[in-house]
């Protein structure tokens, strides 16, 4: 499905600076806050979220400043998951975007302190998004942040996943902690935006669909990436989840089964979409993810091969 040519796609460098200065660090700071604060927002990643946010918002008509502030948020939000999630506590990871998590350069204070300024500041940017919206999409925008991000979503999810030694290794259970975990946050990056910008109910239903076979699909690819391949080419700390005994639907019913349900999720995503674009024809750029999605998993897979057969040789 080819991208709509006449909608430019988001500077990622302009995002970049966004994600940096959208958190102001006053001068009186003490400089080991400020410190890991600045690693935290000079290391943005692939800002694939807030990229997403902003198309969507355009493919609605929302006003520009209202949709950069919903997008830098929502990748707060994210970023600030992750630094809990890296903590000793939780999956004890090593690095993070291709740098050293925020607990070991600067300490679990610093890391925890650096999440909650992060999640501070997305709420007051949530907020200037909605000014001027409408009063009953600002409810519906809150009511939908706080389910997902709360303890229905999130929250729960990342608890199943610390108990997992404790629940089965299946299928089912692994997409239950996915659907907390990842899903949410993909729901908020693809739903908001249109809720705030008032799309239909209908809509929103076809986009929530879609969010869930692509944050599961994306959960997939990042299970067989844990499995499969080294840190250099994740950025981040690999093989944690057998280790610390995590969850990992790769692990749980083998790759060739993750693959296979990955697959299955890309197909019944597509069949959502053209019916979203029958009503929203302005969102055809998300055939791109889509296709983006399906080409990192054959370079995953293919990486793997390739892997296998060397060291067989």
């Given at each position: 499905m080819p991208a709509n040519p006449g909608m430019d796609e988001p500077n990622t460098a302009l995002l970049a600076e966004d994600f940096c200065d959208s958190l102001?660090?006053?001068?009186?700071?003490?400089?080991?806050?400020?410190?890991?604060?600045?690693?935290?927002?000079?290391?943005?990643?692939?800002?694939?979220r807030p990229r997403m946010v902003m198309q969507v918002a355009t493919a609605y008509?929302?006003?520009?400043?209202?949709?950069?502030?919903?997008?830098?948020?929502?990748?707060?939000?994210?970023?600030?998951?992750?630094?809990?999630?890296?903590?000793?506590?939780?999956?004890?990871?090593?690095?993070?975007?291709?740098?050293?998590?925020?607990?070991?350069?600067?300490?679990?204070?610093?890391?925890?302190?650096?999440?909650?300024?992060?999640?501070?500041?997305?709420?007051?940017?949530?907020?200037?998004?909605?000014?001027?919206?409408?009063?009953?999409?600002?409810?519906?925008?809150?009511?939908?942040?706080?389910?997902?991000?709360?303890i229905e979503g999130l929250l729960n999810g990342q608890s199943l996943d610390l108990h997992y030694a404790t629940l089965p290794h299946n299928r089912e259970t692994t997409?239950?902690?996915?659907?907390?975990?990842?899903?949410?946050?993909?729901?908020?990056?693809?739903?908001?935006?249109?809720?705030?910008?008032?799309?239909?109910?209908?809509?929103v239903q076809l986009l929530e669909r879609i969010a869930v076979c692509w944050g599961l699909g994306y959960q997939i690819v990042d299970d067989l990436k844990d499995v499969l391949q080294c840190v250099a080419e994740?950025?981040?700390?690999?093989?944690?989840?057998?280790?610390?005994?995590?969850?990992?639907?790769?692990?749980?019913?083998?790759?060739?089964?993750?693959?296979?349900?990955?697959?299955?999720?890309?197909?019944?995503?597509?069949?959502?979409l053209r019916r979203l674009l029958v009503a929203r024809p302005s969102l055809s750029f998300l055939g791109k993810l889509r296709s983006d999605l399906q080409d990192e998993l054959i370079r995953v897979t293919e990486n793997a091969c390739e892997m296998s057969t060397r060291a067989q040789a």
């Amino acid at each position: 499905m080819p991208a709509n040519p006449g909608m430019d796609e988001p500077n990622t460098a302009l995002l970049a600076e966004d994600f940096c200065d959208s958190l102001p660090l006053p001068a009186h700071l003490d400089p080991h806050f400020e410190a890991a604060l600045r690693h935290v927002l000079q290391n943005p990643g692939s800002l694939v979220r807030p990229r997403m946010v902003m198309q969507v918002a355009t493919a609605y008509g929302l006003d520009a400043s209202r949709a950069n502030s919903l997008a830098i948020a929502l990748e707060y939000f994210h970023t600030a998951s992750l630094i809990f999630d890296d903590l000793p506590c939780m999956d004890n990871a090593s690095r993070r975007r291709g740098a050293p998590c925020v607990h070991l350069a600067f300490g679990e204070t610093g890391a925890i302190l650096s999440a909650l300024a992060l999640i501070n500041r997305a709420y007051a940017l949530t907020w200037q998004a909605l000014s001027g919206g409408a009063r009953e999409s600002q409810f519906q925008v809150m009511a939908y942040l706080e389910q997902r991000l709360g303890i229905e979503g999130l929250l729960n999810g990342q608890s199943l996943d610390l108990h997992y030694a404790t629940l089965p290794h299946n299928r089912e259970t692994t997409e239950r902690i996915a659907h907390g975990k990842t899903v949410s946050l993909i729901r908020l990056t693809l739903v908001l935006p249109a809720v705030l910008a008032g799309a239909s109910a209908r809509e929103v239903q076809l986009l929530e669909r879609i969010a869930v076979c692509w944050g599961l699909g994306y959960q997939i690819v990042d299970d067989l990436k844990d499995v499969l391949q080294c840190v250099a080419e994740t950025g981040k700390s690999v093989a944690r989840d057998i280790l610390l005994g995590r969850p990992n639907i790769a692990a749980a019913i083998g790759v060739p089964g993750a693959v296979e349900r990955l697959n299955r999720l890309i197909r019944a995503g597509d069949l959502t979409l053209r019916r979203l674009l029958v009503a929203r024809p302005s969102l055809s750029f998300l055939g791109k993810l889509r296709s983006d999605l399906q080409d990192e998993l054959i370079r995953v897979t293919e990486n793997a091969c390739e892997m296998s057969t060397r060291a067989q040789a």
